[in-house]
């Protein structure tokens, strides 16, 4: 018997001896709910509930979850333990290569004649009452399904955000189970590339608009804010997640991820960086929880989280200059390797006042987009605050960088011929200069479409630093070394990731109470 096989049947007998006391545990629970639950009398009225039950979810469907959840728990518990990880993610593997060959090869293709068969007959077919039927009478297997009216602009997006996360889920099989090889440009030489410089190092600052403006609403008590307060935080929340998913394609041994909570390296700052992003996006949760609460009615979660908001802000904005500086502290482990345009011991301080800039600017990017595509008023007197704010800030960091510059007489490298020069200037000239002369007259800050664009060129232009940064302004990529070029694969898991928080984002504007009015609900 091979040893895959063996697992195999060891792991079946695990969920059979969890799965079956688990079924009559809840079947059990079933019978009482059954019993506590008010029933209809004879009059068609329903009597009063014994107790009232924390869940409404049906006992079946709860039971099954439950099932699912404790078993790949105790599962992955048990391999850990016996030391047979690696048989388990063999086992994986072989199951996920094949599930992801059988909807590619069969499910697809079955999809994609369905929807040209649908096609052709509109088109063809002269009978306009034919032609007008609803897809769900065209497919009587999609009666039963409650399917949301989408237009063909809607239709066509969500057809190729699918084929995008579907090809991201055979890069991600290729990727967790075969490695980093597979999928990616990677060598020894370059061991960091799209991954680290653009979903990780640059995903964190596009995150810094929730501690930035929760603490202007919450600390700094400017209330006129609080109506861009929840969304913020939810880009930054949703932000912070897309980044750990991000890191965990970059990691050779991802499923070692969980190391630096036991394992301790005081002197790497990758420690530091990893608990701050831990402990920030569980504040993020937090604070982004009372919505939740606030659309299920929960009042009493709801009144313990309000009671403990503001202590909540000050500690994610210390987590968020600790981790957003603990960044750049990471780069100065290289000073030979990285351009002297951008390496310089003040890294920490460029990136922590960078990340204030670009969270401001996400901010009014997400104002716009968000109120173009819900149909919502633009808050054009709060964005316009903003956008004075990031003029400021952008101020502050143009004249640390030209100090910088001077100090370490590196200025000789702004007239140098070649790539890195032509990054640089690119960078301050239209991610520094531009927006920040336009913010600081009230005429560009009035107009909406120039606020919008110089929102976007500071967005813009502190990804292209971050990417200067770690990865394009390395000394190996101008002194005649391997060029790295990021792979298809790569570029799909990255476009992936910013489809799933655009998506995520529109999920909960629509079903959760995320844009409120300043007097409307109390600060969350």
Request: proline content about 5%; overall charge positive.
């Amino acid at each position: 018997m091979s040893p895959t096989l063996e697992f195999a049947l060891i792991v079946f007998m695990l969920v059979v001896r969890i799965a079956v006391p688990l079924l009559v545990v809840f079947g059990v629970l079933y019978l009482l709910k059954r019993w506590l639950e008010p029933r209809a009398n004879g009059n068609g009225e329903s009597t009063r509930a014994r107790i009232k039950l924390p869940f409404s979810i049906h006992p079946v469907l709860l039971g099954v979850v439950s099932i699912v959840v404790l078993t790949v728990i105790l599962v992955i518990g048990w391999a850990l333990v016996t030391n047979q990880f690696v048989d388990l993610l063999m086992l994986v593997r072989d199951v996920a290569v094949l599930a992801y060959l059988f909807v590619l090869r069969i499910g697809v293709p079955i999809v994609i004649l369905l929807g040209v068969g649908a096609w052709l007959e509109r088109k063809l077919n002269p009978d306009a009452a034919r032609e007008s039927k609803p897809l769900s009478e065209r497919l009587p297997i999609l009666q039963r399904v409650r399917l949301p009216r989408v237009s063909a602009r809607g239709a066509l997006a969500a057809t190729l955000v699918g084929g995008l996360w579907l090809a991201a889920l055979g890069v991600a099989v290729s990727r967790f189970f075969f490695g980093l090889g597979y999928v990616t440009n990677l060598s020894d030489a370059t061991p960091w590339g799209l991954w680290i410089g653009f979903d990780v190092v640059s995903g964190v600052a596009l995150a810094a608009g929730g501690f930035v403006i929760a603490g202007t609403v919450h600390v700094f008590n400017i209330k006129k804010y609080h109506p861009i307060a929840r969304p913020a935080i939810l880009t930054a929340l949703l932000g912070y997640l897309l980044v750990i998913v991000g890191l965990l394609f970059d990691l050779g041994r991802w499923y070692n991820v969980w190391h630096p909570i036991f394992m301790w390296n005081i002197h790497s700052p990758m420690l530091e960086v990893a608990w701050c992003v831990m402990l920030y996006t569980t504040v993020l949760l937090l604070e982004f929880s009372p919505v939740i609460f606030e659309k299920f009615k929960l009042q009493w979660p709801l009144k313990v989280m309000r009671a403990i908001t503001i202590p909540l802000v000050i500690l994610g904005m210390v987590l968020s200059t600790l981790h957003q500086s603990s960044l750049g502290s990471l780069f100065l482990i290289f000073p030979e390797k990285i351009n002297p345009l951008w390496y310089s011991p003040l890294l920490p301080v460029f990136f922590f006042i960078s990340a204030v800039a670009v969270g401001l600017g996400m901010t009014i990017i997400e104002s716009n987009l968000s109120a173009r595509a819900f149909g919502r008023e633009l808050e054009s007197d709060l964005l316009q605050g903003l956008g004075r704010a990031a003029s400021v800030v952008l101020l502050i960091y143009f004249v640390l960088k030209v100090y910088d510059l001077i100090a370490r007489g590196a200025t000789g490298y702004l007239i140098v011929p070649g790539l890195h020069s032509t990054l640089y200037w690119i960078e301050m000239l239209f991610g520094v200069l531009v927006p920040m002369i336009v913010l600081a007259t009230r005429r560009g800050r009035e107009n909406s479409h120039a606020l919008f664009a110089s929102a976007i060129l500071i967005v813009g232009g502190v990804v292209l630093n971050r990417l200067n940064t770690s990865l394009l302004g390395w000394w190996a990529y101008a002194s005649g070394g391997p060029v790295y070029v990021p792979s298809l694969g790569e570029f799909t898991v990255t476009f992936s990731l910013i489809a799933a928080g655009v998506v995520a984002f529109g999920l909960a504007a629509k079903f959760l109470p995320v844009f409120t009015t300043e007097h409307e609900h109390a600060p969350a």
